[in-house]
């Protein structure tokens, strides 16, 4: 071997371990970021807080807030301020949770159908995860059309908050979840191919996509499978 390939090698073996470091920090990361999620749903249901957060004043402070999170995020995603700025976030969005959570909970069979949410939304991951490793073409090309899915979704849930349909919300409902399992594999690809290089950026993204196949499957649930007492 001469030295031009030794070099390339020993390059090649850096770059491979960089995206390693980012997988492993960004699993890390992605499971603490699990505990606030529980302490905000588990503290919103427990005071009610957000019980009078409905409508359109709910998605007046969920908008503000996730965006303002998000925003500080990328902001401080270089620095040692990012982690507790994203935590922060995860907790917000556990608080934000509650509310349908504790909808579900009136349920008798309530805390069946979170955990049956939860549980589907494991699977969703481990079944990208496992494509995401074994696909070999760039998919860098989805990210305008998920983009657009993202839209489409956000307007059409703000046009229900006025409409209140069930229907429509059972259709955002089983979007979300197609949009935000290819935007996961998106995700995941980026990491593993290293386009993705920041753990608290990477860690944001796929956060945000369990976050929204876990509330559009426990919608799903509460609407399909609710039972009443």
Do not use: C, H
């Not at 919103?44 to 807030?65: K, N, R």
């Not at 481990?126 to 760039?138: E, G, Y």
């Not at 006025?162 to 949009?179: D, K, N, P, Q």
């Amino acid at each position: 071997m001469n030295e031009t390939q030794t070099i390339d090698t020993a390059w090649g073996l850096e770059i491979q371990a960089q995206r390693n470091r980012v997988m492993r920090n960004t699993y890390a990361l992605l499971a603490l970021s699990l505990l606030p999620t529980v302490l905000g749903a588990w503290l919103g249901v427990a005071t009610g807080i957000t019980q009078s957060m409905g409508g359109v004043l709910g998605l007046i402070v969920f908008l503000v807030g996730a965006f303002g999170f998000i925003y500080a995020i990328e902001k401080t995603k270089n620095s040692v301020a990012g982690v507790p700025v994203l935590l922060g976030f995860t907790f917000f969005m556990g608080l934000m949770l509650s509310r349908m959570i504790a909808m579900v909970l009136g349920f008798k069979n309530g805390p069946d159908l979170i955990m049956t949410a939860f549980a589907g939304t494991a699977g969703v991951f481990a079944l990208m995860a496992s494509l995401a490793s074994v696909i070999k073409r760039d998919l860098s090309g989805m990210s305008k059309w998920l983009f657009v899915g993202v839209l489409v979704l956000m307007v059409g849930g703000i046009v229900n908050v006025f409409v209140g349909s069930t229907a429509g919300m059972m259709a955002l409902s089983v979007a979300a979840i197609g949009i935000f399992s290819a935007y996961m594999l998106y995700d995941l690809k980026q990491i593993i191919d290293g386009g993705e290089t920041n753990y608290i950026s990477a860690t944001l993204a796929l956060y945000l996509d369990l976050f929204n196949i876990f509330q559009s499957l426990l919608a799903l649930l509460g609407i399909w499978g609710g039972e009443r007492d």
